[in-house]
T-cell receptor, first 117, second 114 residues
Framework: GAVVSQHPSRVICKSGTSVKIECRSL??????MFWYRQFPKQSLMLMAT?????????EQGVEKDKFLINHASLTLSTLTVTSAHPEDSSFYIC?????????????FGPGTRLTVL | AQSVTQPDIHITVSEGASLELRCNYS??????LFWYVQSPGQGLQLLLK??????LVQGIKGFEAEFKRSQSSFNLRKPSVHWSDAAEYFC????????????FGKGTRLHILP
């Protein structure tokens, strides 16, 4: 159980285009999903926290108009990188927390490699 | 402020040798502690976690970790490493009552010599 998927696993796009990344909890309901960004050979940096049915909470320094997050259901959150530029190239990882428990670990997706040309 | 320190960026051990990866944390309350492993280009896999109780925690793949409150440490150990253990290892602390955020250390890359 507790499987999180991401789609696509890899995406290459031209500068100026927008890219949408999906994060799904496959066998549980996720009240909260998290989006991380990982630069090569570095740690994961939390970008935003997404609660189902409400606006995402962005970490300091993350442009909310650049990285649009939608958490429309208990099993799906999307991250849209708008007007992508080469500096947005990175590994994006989502995680999900299961509904109903006082505190619970996060289950991580396999990540999406974004390359902006 | 909360933080996680992994003092070793790279560690190299021979296959079959024992392993210890260090982790120190800074957090005002009782922490929730995790170790994750990441293979190249992959997501994170949870090795083990500590929430409360026995301070020696057993995880998957033969890993264990010991929580030492007095030293603010949560070091990861394995008695005999395998070539497949080569990966990046992240120590992390979970923040209670802060949207359950997880703060990650910078990671330790483990290299295995044949």
């Amino acid at each position: 159980g507790a499987v999180v998927s991401q789609h696509p696993s890899r995406v290459i796009c031209k500068s100026g285009t927008s890219v949408k990344i999906e994060c799904r909890s496959l066998d549980f309901q996720a009240t909260t999903m998290f989006w991380y960004r990982q630069f090569p050979k570095q740690s994961l940096m939390l970008m935003a926290t997404s609660n189902e049915g409400s606006k995402a909470t962005y970490e300091q320094g993350v442009e909310k108009d650049k990285f649009l997050i939608n958490h429309a259901s208990l099993t799906l959150s999307t991250l849209t990188v708008t007007s992508a530029h080469p500096e947005d190239s990175s590994f994006y990882i989502c995680s999900a927390r299961e509904r109903g428990l006082a505190w619970n670990e996060q289950f991580f997706g396999p990540g999406t490699r974004l390359t902006v040309l | 402020a909360q933080s996680v320190t992994q003092p070793d960026i790279h560690i190299t051990v021979s296959e079959g040798a024992s392993l210890e990866l260090r982790c120190n944390y800074s957090y005002g309350a009782t922490p929730y502690l995790f170790w994750y492993v990441q293979s190249p280009g992959q997501g994170l896999q949870l090795l083990l976690k500590y929430f409360s109780g026995d301070t020696l925690v057993q995880g998957i793949k033969g890993f264990e970790a010991e929580f030492k409150r007095s030293q603010s440490s949560f070091n990861l150990r394995k008695p005999s490493v395998h070539w497949s253990d080569a990966a990046e290892y992240f120590c992390a602390v979970g923040l209670m009552n802060r949207d359950d955020k997880i703060i990650f250390g910078k990671g330790t890359r483990l290299h295995i010599l044949p």
